[in-house]
């Protein structure tokens, strides 16, 4: 009972996400084709956000709920490993013709299909947490 309000919060998530036309492949066909506006519009709005809640979680020194101060860490900018992430991600996404993000959402809708590339998300994971340790971070 105490998880329900991650549920309800996902739920209209996923309605934001499928009103917005996120989950549509002809938005991500149209966005990969620089047809459109739409998604890079939708995603550069996510991304400044994002950089918002960031800097305001650096700036006010905002703690959990537990009273814990919150430490965001310091990557280094090695441009190699956000190209070549980049590139594999990049290349699934126009491959499937659909985000991670929305596969949940997909699978509420009745596209059965997307149950592949769930079960090759977590097998992708999984195996990357098998291999991480030999990886160079």
């Not at 002809?26 to 459109?36: A, G, L, P, V």
């Not at 009745?110 to 592949?116: H, R, S, T």
Request: glycine content about 14%; charged content about 15%.
């Amino acid at each position: 009972m105490k998880y329900i309000k991650f549920l309800v919060l996902g739920i209209l998530f996923g309605l934001v996400m499928a009103k917005a036309e996120i989950i549509s492949w002809y938005r991500i066909y149209e966005m990969f084709n620089f047809d459109s506006f739409h998604m890079y519009g939708i995603i550069g709005s996510a991304v400044i956000l994002g950089s918002i809640g960031v800097q305001v979680l650096k700036r006010q020194n905002i703690k959990s709920k537990y009273g814990e101060e919150l430490h965001l860490s310091e990557k280094s900018m090695s441009i190699p490993r956000y190209l070549f992430g980049g590139i594999i991600f990049g290349l699934g996404w126009a491959l499937v013709g659909a985000c991670p993000g929305p596969m949940f959402v997909l699978i509420g809708y009745g596209y059965l299909p997307i149950l592949v590339v769930l079960l090759g998300a977590l097998l992708g994971t999984f195996i990357y947490g098998i291999v991480r340790n030999r990886l160079p971070h």
